[in-house]
C-alpha cells in the first residue's frame, strides 16, 4: 500500500525519492515554473538529454537521469491547457498524466516518487481539480512505496493536505 505525503518546498531538493516528476512542455525544453527550475538544477546534460526525445503528447510520459539533481531519474509528462468547455477531456488527460508516469516509474523499478502540482501553473488547471484528479489517478495504481506530494505554494499545500486527510 502506497504511503502517501505532503510537503511544501523545492522539489529539486528532494534527496529521499528516486525520481521526481517534470510538468513538462510538449517539446522537453526548459521552460518556466517547475520545469525551468528543474532544468537549471540538472545541469546542460538534462536539455541535450531530453531534445533528442522528439517532445512529449500531452497525457504522455518519458524519462530521462537526473544528472546534477539528488535523485536518479526525472520523469516528463505533459498537462493539458485547462479547457472550461472540455472538462471532461482536459481532466482525463491530466489523470493520464499521473497513470503514464507510473508506468514510466515502475518500469524502471522506482519505489517512491515525487509530484509537482501538475498544470496548475501556465496550463490553468484549478487547484482544487488538478489535487483531485492526482490523489485519485496515484490511489487507483497502487504500485509505489511512497508518493510526494511537493507544494510550491501554501494554498497548494493546504489543499493537498486537506485531500489527503479526508480519503
Keep these: 500500500m502506497t504511503t502517501f505525503s505532503v510537503i511544501l518546498g523545492d522539489i529539486t ?16 525544453i526548459p521552460g518556466g515554473g517547475v520545469c525551468g527550475a528543474i532544468y537549471a538544477a540538472a545541469g546542460d546534460k538534462l536539455h541535450k538529454e531530453t531534445s533528442r526525445f522528439g517532445g512529449c503528447p500531452t497525457g504522455f510520459a518519458k524519462w530521462s537521469y537526473a544528472y546534477d539533481l539528488p535523485c536518479k531519474y526525472v520523469i ?79 494554498k497548494d499545500y493546504e489543499i493537498y493536505t486537506q485531500l489527503l486527510n479526508d480519503s
Design 76 to 154: 516528463h509528462t505533459v498537462a493539458p491547457m485547462w479547457n472550461k468547455s472540455e472538462i471532461a477531456a482536459s481532466s482525463m488527460l491530466l489523470f493520464l498524466c499521473y497513470i503514464n508516469t507510473i508506468a514510466v516509474a515502475s518500469s524502471l523499478h522506482v519505489n517512491d516518487i515525487a509530484f509537482p502540482c501538475i498544470g496548475t501553473g501556465v496550463y490553468g488547471i484549478p487547484s482544487n481539480v488538478a489535487s483531485g484528479i492526482a490523489v485519485s489517478a496515484c490511489k487507483y495504481w497502487d504500485v509505489m512505496d511512497s508518493i510526494t506530494f511537493c507544494c510550491y505554494t501554501e
Design 13 to 28: 531538493k528532494l534527496n529521499n525519492v528516486q525520481a521526481i516528476v517534470n510538468a513538462a512542455n510538449r517539446d522537453l
